[in-house]
């Protein structure tokens, strides 16, 4: 098991090289440069954007500035955006890193703990009501956009009702301790929900057909058979077997977890990952795209290692080595 | 100067559902218009907490010599100052500087300071401050730290020698004595106010910061080692999501009544909502509210409106040069190179385009009546606006279609659309860039206009804003038409920077050589040190403008800006609502 982790990790240092290298040959061949989008004020003299072009190495032949940022990046430096003068790519994505995950943890959590459930209870009782209802609730989620479900709820619960923030993370930034945390899970509900609600609706709908086909196989015969209880009939054997794809869609859903809730970060006016992700892309600030890039690279590769391992957990029958 | 509206496309299918939303929520408002409206009374209280919306976040670099977006300038209006600021006639009147006097051709202006004006860390505002500012923005390392704003300091006497490193001694600006300095300027400088009009920082806190330093320093970045003269300073910042200012007890033109002002980063089409439940207090340049929105918020009592004409146009803008791709690579602007784009060559033409395009329809239907119609492209706020020397291409499709019949441009294969006079086929490619919702809207309406009166339009697909402009940079292309917005400067009417021959934003290319004296010559010394004189060479410009016509001007958006009633004290400029935000004071402040 360790040996194949090791292996795994090994492996990982050349994908990684390549994504860099396919990342910057995307983000070079977009049309424009960082100064481009800036070069929108005419009391600027043409000259000083050449001058400071010429300073930031745009002027370089494309492998000497890839070589120069992976040089400074194997040094551990993300650089400088070129975008935000005097900006660090560390001091960036730093704080809004640490949002971001917190929001999609909050989402994964209400995610798994509605869908598991849910999913389950409509296997065991097809065709009830609640099931149904399961259902309705799944294509409505999925087919509801994000910013539209985030609009409504903004509307609903925090201008009508008053009971939920709806920008940003904080009301108060001088907040500490206790306080500050609950100010923050305060913030973090309506786009939690919202980021959590298409996810649901997918990992309920997977849950759901997985747990019939397992419910239907024999080995469940066997065991009412034998007179096992419901419960362990549930947990012991249809969980456990159904949870695999649940795995492998978590694995994916790592990365998504971190550059995917681009709307939802919008609409609520989060500080997150996602919105920085997109300003950079339309800034052209390639400093900032390749650090976050390479951060969901890293994250989606890590994550399916993840699952892997999960699954030898999930079926003992399933071995690395 | 500076382009309007890089707004997120999203943000207006997010509009568009708010308004659905806001449709069916009359109820709401009604509570609203039974508060009883808060009426100044009595005198100024101390305290109290007021929240601004911005609606993009600022990149976070507070150092004025080193700002580059509006948002970062927008929030540096209450904790930075100049030497002058411009008034309600957008005159420059004292700030710092309490007077001022200039010498016969206007290379020398002397600066009397206030004095006993603290910053924010308690150090005396000095001249050797107001040194240090030009003085940095001159060094040889300014630029490539990342500084954008030499326009002020070109003008100054020894810049050159200055700034290429030849010399150390800088002679531009002089401490004649602790609240005396001088400006030097190489040539007779015709707006000297203009360019003494920049934001001054601390010597004592960046002397000992290389300038290549200096864009990355706490200093310039964060909370608390910010410091300005200003009324408020940075209590706090959440990057990209709040910042807190907290009063400046020893202002200069006394304590702020205030405790704090607050800026939240807030998505647009949640504003609207947060203005009607009071989170947010005021919104004004660069955002303002959308002018669909205008009448929701006319209807919540509680909040004040001011509806002015922005400094900025939208244009139809004709291009009339192509440049060849030797110029484009070599980024070479020389008319003498320029291709002519035949399809739009003859003046006659662009002059039926401009009647056959319903303008005022524009402000009716997308702008909600707000906004103008305009035909001189320089700021109507200004004292150099004439539209009277203007020709008035008001919608008149007849007319239109009467100039191209006489132009020879006809249809002769009978498919509806006019050929050219030799009979070739003759469709002009409309480019336009997303980001700006109404003039998204407009462009499929202009296609529809021109084809109504016979002219053959291939409206192109909108492409993102830094892939346009670079697209409009790179010009050697098939553009015939193009759809751009314009911010125009507050401080002076110089149309150079658009509409010169030799400026890179000149899109259209246009190559007018009496246009080019004319603008030169309004700003060639001494005649033009006369303001009189500058007045009437603008109005033969605008003239020669609107006759040449390189772009048609389509409408000028309205500035829309609101604040919640229970502010009082606020004064507004043209240009902005914020000064004087010392004065600011709130009811039943806690």
């Known amino acids: ?186 913030h973090m509900v309506l786009p939690g929900l919202t980021l959590a609600l298409a996810g649901t609706a997918t990992y309920m709908r997977y849950m759901r057909s997985e747990a019939l086909d397992v419910l239907g196989s024999d080995y469940i015969r066997t065991a009412k058979a034998k007179g096992m209880s419901e419960r362990s009939i549930v947990f012991k054997h249809t969980l456990r077997n159904a949870l695999i794809p649940i795995i492998t869609l978590t694995g994916y859903e790592f990365g998504v977890l971190l550059g995917g809730a681009v709307i939802t970060e919008q609409v609520f006016n989060y500080p997150g990952l996602g919105t920085l992700f997109i300003d950079s892309i339309t800034n052209r600030d390639y400093p900032v795209i390749m650090a976050i890039n390479l951060l969901l690279g890293v994250t989606v590769l890590f994550g399916n290692l993840l699952a892997d391992i999960l699954y030898s957990v999930a079926d003992p029958r399933i071995r690395y080595d | 100067m500076f382009m309007k509206n890089r707004k997120k496309a999203l943000s207006v299918l997010l509009l568009a559902i708010v308004l659905i939303l806001a449709a069916c929520s009359d109820s709401a408002g009604d509570e609203n218009s039974n508060q009883e409206k808060n009426e100044p009374v009595g005198d100024p209280q101390e305290g109290g907490t007021v929240t601004g919306a911005l609606n993009t976040a600022p990149g976070g670099q507070f150092n004025p010599i080193f700002a580059v977006d509006l948002y970062e300038e927008t929030i540096l209006e209450f904790t930075h100052e100049s030497l002058v600021k411009q008034n309600e006639s957008l005159e420059f009147i004292p700030s710092l500087a309490k007077e001022w006097e200039m010498n016969e051709d206007q290379t020398q202006v002397t600066f009397h300071l206030e004095e006993g004006v603290t910053w924010h860390d308690g150090e005396e505002f000095t001249a050797d401050d107001v040194v240090f500012t030009y003085q940095t923005m001159s060094d040889p390392d300014y630029i490539s730290a990342g500084g954008f704003r030499t326009l002020y300091v070109e003008p100054l006497l020894g810049y050159e020698a200055y700034n290429s490193g030849e010399t150390d001694e800088f002679q531009g600006v002089v401490a004649d004595d602790e609240y005396t300095v001088t400006f030097h300027f190489a040539e007779p400088e015709i707006t000297p106010l203009y360019m003494a009009s920049y934001p001054i920082i601390p010597q004592h806190v960046f002397e000992n910061i290389a300038v290549s330093d200096m864009p990355g320093s706490p200093e310039s970045l964060e909370a608390g080692s910010i410091i300005g003269t200003g009324p408020f300073k940075f209590a706090n910042i959440s990057d990209r999501e709040q910042y807190t200012l907290e009063r400046h007890e020893a202002y200069w033109q006394g304590k702020p009544y205030l405790d704090q002002v607050v800026w939240r980063i807030v998505e647009s089409s949640v504003m609207i909502g947060l203005l009607e439940n009071g989170d947010i207090d005021f919104t004004a340049r660069p955002n303002g509210i959308p002018p669909a929105d205008f009448d929701t918020v006319s209807t919540y009592n509680h909040m004040e409106l001011v509806e002015q004409t922005d400094f900025s146009y939208q244009v139809l803008g004709f291009k009339m040069n192509h440049r060849t791709a030797d110029d484009v690579n070599d980024q070479v602007i020389n008319p003498d190179n320029w291709i002519e784009n035949e399809k739009l060559a003859d003046q006659n033409i662009r002059q039926a385009i401009a009647y056959a395009i319903n303008r005022e329809g524009f402000v009716q239907g997308l702008l909600y009546g707000k906004g103008d119609v305009i035909n001189s492209p320089i700021a109507q706020q200004h004292w150099a606006s004439d539209e009277s020397a203007t020709a008035d291409y008001s919608y008149d499709p007849g007319k239109a279609m009467e100039m191209l019949d006489e132009a020879g441009y006809v249809d002769q294969d009978g498919d509806g659309l006019r050929e050219t006079p030799n009979g070739d086929e003759w469709v002009l490619n409309l480019k336009y860039p997303t980001g700006n919702q109404l003039r998204e809207r407009s462009a499929p309406l202009i296609a529809q206009q021109l084809e109504e009166v016979g002219i053959g339009v291939d409206l192109k697909q909108p492409k993102e804003m830094t892939a346009f402009l670079n697209e409009m940079d790179q010009d050697n292309d098939d553009t015939d038409l193009y759809l751009i917005g314009w911010g125009l400067e507050t401080a002076d009417p110089d149309p150079t920077e658009l509409w010169s021959i030799h400026s890179p934003w000149n899109y259209s290319r246009w190559n007018n050589e009496e246009s080019e004296a004319l603008i030169t010559a309004a700003r060639t010394a001494p005649d033009a040190l006369d303001q009189a004189y500058r007045k009437e060479v603008y109005a033969e410009w605008q003239r020669v403008y609107s006759e040449d016509l390189p772009a048609l001007l389509l409408y000028v958006e309205p500035a829309l800006w609101t604040y919640n009633s229970r502010i009082n004290g606020v004064e507004v400029l043209p240009h902005t609502l914020l000064d004087n935000s010392h004065l600011w004071w709130v009811n039943n402040a806690q």
């Open chain 1, 1 to 186: 098991m360790y040996k194949y982790i090791i292996r795994r990790l090994l492996v990982f240092i050349p994908m990684i090289f390549l994504l860099t290298i396919i990342i910057f040959a995307l983000a070079t061949a977009a049309p424009g440069d960082p100064l481009t989008g800036k070069k929108v004020d005419p009391s600027i003299s043409p000259e000083v954007y050449e001058q400071q072009r010429e300073e930031l190495g745009l002027n370089d032949p494309l492998p000497v500035q890839y070589f120069n940022w992976i040089s400074s990046f194997a040094q551990g430096d993300f650089g400088e955006s070129m975008f935000y003068n005097g900006r660090s790519v560390e001091s960036l994505i730093g704080a809004r890193l640490l949002n971001t995950v917190y929001l999609g943890l909050f989402a994964f959590a209400i995610t798994l703990l509605v869908a598991i459930p849910l999913g389950i209870y409509s296997a065991k009782k097809p065709y009830s009501l609640l099931d149904y209802g399961g259902t309705a609730f799944g294509f409505i989620g999925l087919a509801i956009p994000n910013f539209f479900f985030g609009l409504i709820a903004i509307y609903v619960f925090s201008i009508t009702f008053g009971w939920f923030p709806a920008q940003g993370t904080t009301s108060d930034p001088n907040l500490t301790g206790a306080a500050a945390l609950l100010d923050r899970l305060h």
